[in-house]
């Protein structure tokens, strides 16, 4: 169905989400640095002693997660524009599968750094 949302509306629209986004970013980041440290500890630190967290290891993965952060909401901002561009009948359904599928493919990135803990411990270990 046709919003008629006009272009400043459907910013607006963007832009009301893009807190939920960066939260979902946030906790899945979390998350996914527990999990790390979990999997890291129990498959890859038994096997390889170079493997370690310390302060400074997770200081220096904080930080590289807040430019990443950065980096996904540049990445949002261009969902606004695809939403302008592409999508003709100005629908909701249209906005909101693109907003959703955005959400995420971005919110299951930070998974890929236990994923291969995983990968690495059946690679070179088990």
């Known amino acids: 169905m046709n919003s008629n949302l006009t272009k400043s509306q459907i910013k607006d629209w963007w832009s009301q ?12 980041g979390f998350i996914a640095f527990v999990l790390y440290v979990i999997l890291g500890i129990n498959l890859i630190m038994p096997y390889d002693s170079e493997f370690e967290i310390t302060l400074f290891t997770i200081v220096f993965q904080g930080i590289g997660y807040l430019i990443m952060i950065v980096f ?39 998974f890929l750094a236990p994923g291969m803990i995983v990968i690495s411990y059946f690679l070179n270990f088990h």
């Open 17 to 28: 989400r893009r807190l939920n986004y960066n939260l979902g970013l946030i906790i899945s």
């Open 72 to 110: 996904a909401n540049l990445f949002y901002s261009l969902g606004v524009r695809q939403d302008l561009n592409y999508n003709k009948g100005n629908t909701n359904d249209f906005r909101k599968n693109l907003y959703n599928l955005g959400f995420w493919f971005s919110v299951s990135l930070p």
